[in-house]
């Protein structure tokens, strides 16, 4: 199955749509409305609220490692060299990262829980256990949340006498 930029949630099978939204878990439903709208319109951006507020941390708590990392990355690098820009530059660059963010998060969140589908129709060929996985472990994590809450409450203090 193709997990590559300009696959849609609708150009899925109907079983494949299903094990997606069990591999999602809670707040299936919202998920399955906005990625079918992005669907209809073709599109691959709609606004997510809680990416908005906090897109690392609803990042790795839907198990997007390489974004709320590499956003880690990008606030780490933005914080060493504040002081040499212009704060409203600075600012305006945070803000229109933390926009993008927010504006592909939903298609990001399709992409990589497709991407784990596919991985465990590889490993899990058979249909049945492969639906009892996913009911067992879903594609969110808290122990994630709070561990990469940890690693930038560290950060952040570290950074504070740089």
């Not at 193709?2 to 939204?21: A, S």
């Not at 707040?27 to 606004?47: A, G, P, Q, V």
């Not at 906090?54 to 933005?78: N, T």
């Not at 067992?136 to 560290?154: C, E, R, V």
């Amino acid at each position: 199955m193709n997990t590559d930029w300009g696959v849609h949630y609708l150009d899925l099978d109907e079983d494949t749509r299903k094990e997606l939204l069990i591999y999602l878990g809670k707040n299936d439903e919202t998920y399955e409305k906005r990625w079918t709208k992005m669907s209809e319109k073709r599109r691959f951006f709609s606004w997510n609220w809680s990416a908005f507020f906090a897109v690392s941390f609803w990042s790795v708590h839907r198990k997007l490692y390489y974004l709320s990392y590499g956003y880690l990355a990008f606030w780490i690098v933005d914080s060493l060299f504040s002081d040499y820009v212009p704060v409203i530059v600075d600012y305006s660059i945070c803000f229109g990262v933390g926009l993008l963010f927010t504006l592909f998060a939903n298609y990001f969140c399709f992409l990589g829980s497709l991407r784990e589908l596919n991985r465990l129709k590889q490993e899990i060929p058979d249909r049945n256990e492969r639906l009892s996985y996913l009911h067992k472990n879903p594609g969110y994590s808290w122990k994630a949340f709070w561990i990469y809450f940890l690693i930038q409450t560290a950060l952040m203090i570290i950074l504070s006498f740089t």
